[in-house]
């Protein structure tokens, strides 16, 4: 750790892992009412339990992201962070409102359409702790070196910012609701994350690989242009049968099919950079998750997203377990997996270690990874059956839940699986370190070198 | 394939190239605004009652575990189309005395069966809600979804 103020990013990381560990739960306990449908049933209803769970999810990926911009603006910039207190109260500001929105809604304070559950006055505290942070990091981009890593990043979490004061846009029109409910949601996950995604992923790669910067920057420019040629237009695929015109349907075809271009392209990034790369990085951990980051997004957003984006084929799948099958490895692949490689990436520098808990933290990977992806099979089989038995056969949506059974079972125990790995992580992350290094990595290279 | 490009070419490739994109989506749902507004949707229709009826919808957040047009979570049934599903468009009055007496009755607590909880609705809020059901069926939806099943 070169400058002093990077170490702003501990508490943001510790934060994360707490919320991600409580997101966990709440996906466990959803899909246990998938299983035994009275568990809770009075106590804690299901609309509550799902929104408790995406919110979490929301919340701890911004404040991991918040994190990694700390932690990487310095070394990026060559200079320390504007105001570490700007950034410690925005962190509180940013974690008291999430706390308090999720603490609200199992009392039933809740506002009404999906992921936009915060009372108003939580998006207001929200807001205003992102824009804190937008300035902080902002002003440290500014006083300092102008990497294309930092800018890009810098403009996806601006964009997020803006595209997200849609959330204070109710209109009473559904179909408009919808609309517009779209350029927060799509154009976040779709859109501009996908430029924090590759900003950040170039930036690991560089530290891990030692590939000279003029390459990686010429790359990050090239996938992020496809990001965005692609996602803009490609939020067409929500589109298609919700009051919108006809057009959405050739237009969100074609650009949402693009999609799966950036993703294709950062895999082969990923491994075309360590297969170049000449630096031995004792972190191997870090390189795991990173790689992984890279194959999981292009296989949940892009293999999983390109399955049902078409939309002759949309229109039978559209609202099924299809789309959670997508929606779970997309979020997991892209996001968490990215946040996790970057904790992974930075723990040893925030704590003054050696690379450590590493084979803890690998098996986590390999844990958490099947059980994602075992999940996600469970749940696409079962999306086939009910988009044939209710959009083919028109049978009944009660009647088909009942015949999803199996898969919702092997879907709860994929579920527990993935939260004894993250318990798993959170502790190689947080707990005592024991192992140094692998064993066949033995400490040929200071950690100093490996910066 | 990457070679021939500078990293300057490529930036600003990456600006000039999302700035036309993002105005090309951003005119497109302007557009779409214009075409949901006199064309999809019922304007003159949109009273205070369907408006009310969206309130209830969202102060239950019924969205998590229903979907409507086929977003939201995937739980409980379909209801954009629950007024055909009622036979709403053969006999009114039916349909919505069968939507209310169905919200009316739960929980079922039936063992083994998905619970929707009582969420106390007055008789004028389930009347608003029925009216916003009514109201959202009538989007032209593009024929989606394929049948009354949702």
Redo the contacts between chains.
């Keep these: 750790m070169k400058y002093e103020t990077q170490k702003v990013a501990y508490p943001f990381f510790v934060a994360a892992l707490l919320l991600f560990v409580a997101q966990i739960i709440f996906g466990v306990l959803a899909g246990v009412v998938y299983v035994f449908p009275n568990f809770l049933s009075e106590a804690m209803p299901f609309h509550i339990i799902r929104m408790s769970h995406t919110n979490l999810l929301i919340v701890w990926l911004l404040i991991g992201f918040f994190g990694a911009t700390y932690y990487l603006l310095p070394e990026e910039a060559e200079v320390e962070i504007h105001s570490p207190t700007i950034a410690y109260v925005q962190l509180g500001i940013f974690v008291f409102a999430g706390a308090a929105a999720l603490i609200g809604y199992q009392f039933g304070i809740h506002e009404g359409r999906h992921y936009l559950e915060q009372p108003l006055w939580v998006k207001i505290l929200l807001t205003i702790s992102f824009l804190m942070f937008l300035y902080n990091a902002s002003r440290t981009l500014l006083n300092g070196r102008k990497t294309a890593i930092s800018t890009v990043l810098l403009l996806g979490l601006w964009l997020a910012a803006i595209f997200w004061l849609f959330a204070f846009y109710n209109p009473a029109n559904l179909a408009l609701d919808k609309m517009y409910w779209w350029y927060i949601v799509h154009v976040w996950v779709e859109g501009v994350w996908g430029l924090i995604m590759a900003s950040l992923l170039a930036y690991l790669v560089i530290k891990l690989t030692g590939v000279d910067r003029e390459i990686i920057d010429k790359w990050l420019y090239v996938i992020v242009g496809l990001v965005l040629f692609s996602g803009l237009l490609g939020t067409g695929h929500h589109y298609y049968w919700i009051g919108t015109p006809a057009y959405w349907q050739p237009i969100g075809s074609f650009f949402s099919a693009l999609e799966v271009l950036p993703l294709f392209a950062m895999v082969i990034f990923a491994f075309y950079m360590f297969w170049r790369g000449q630096r031995d990085h004792p972190n191997k951990s870090a390189m795991l998750w990173t790689l992984g980051c890279a194959v999981m997004a292009f296989f949940g957003a892009g293999v999983w997203g390109f399955m049902h984006t078409l939309s002759f084929i949309n229109y039978y799948t559209h609202g099924t377990q299809i789309t959670a099958a997508h929606g779970h490895l997309a979020f997991f692949g892209a996001y968490v997996m990215l946040n996790l490689a970057i904790m992974t990436y930075a723990m040893p520098h925030l704590r003054g270690k050696l690379p450590y808990n590493q084979m803890l933290n690998m098996w986590s990977f390999w844990l958490m990874t099947a059980g994602m992806a075992f999940m996600t099979f469970t749940l696409t089989f079962a999306g086939v059956i009910q988009t044939h038995l209710q959009r083919v056969m028109a049978i009944n949506f009660m009647v088909v839940q009942e015949d999803l059974e199996l898969f919702m079972v092997m879907r709860l125990i994929s579920g527990v699986i993935v939260l004894i790995a993250v318990l798993m992580f959170v502790y190689a992350l947080l707990g005592r370190a024991k192992e140094q290094v692998p064993a066949e990595g033995a400490p040929h290279i200071a950690p100093a070198a490996a910066v | 394939m990457?070679e021939g490009?500078?990293?300057n070419a490529?930036?600003n490739?990456?600006y000039g190239?999302?700035l036309f994109?993002?105005v090309?989506?951003v005119s497109?749902?302007v557009?779409?605004?214009y075409?949901?507004?006199t064309q999809?949707?019922d304007?003159a229709g949109?009273n205070e009652s369907?408006?009310h009826g969206?309130?209830v919808?969202?102060?239950?957040?019924?969205?998590?575990?229903h979907?409507?047009?086929?977003?939201?979570?995937?739980?409980?049934?379909?209801l954009g189309n629950v007024w055909q599903r009622y036979g709403g468009l053969n006999n009114p009055d039916a349909a919505r005395a069968g939507i209310k007496a169905y919200i009316r009755i739960q929980?079922t607590?039936v063992?083994?069966?998905?619970?929707m909880?009582d969420f106390g609705l007055s008789d004028e809020e389930l009347d608003a809600l029925v009216d916003?059901f009514e109201?959202?069926s009538r989007?032209?939806?593009?024929?989606?979804?394929?049948?009354?099943?949702?």
């Design positions: 990457i490009l500078t990293r490529a930036r490739v990456f190239g999302s994109f993002f090309v989506f497109l749902t557009h779409s605004h075409y949901i507004v999809s949707t304007s949109l369907v408006r969206k309130e919808w969202e102060k239950h957040s019924c969205i998590n575990c979907s409507l047009l086929g977003e939201g979570a995937y739980f409980a049934p379909e929980p607590g063992p083994g069966r998905r619970q909880p916003f109201w959202t989007i032209d939806t593009q024929g989606w979804p394929p049948n009354d099943a949702g």
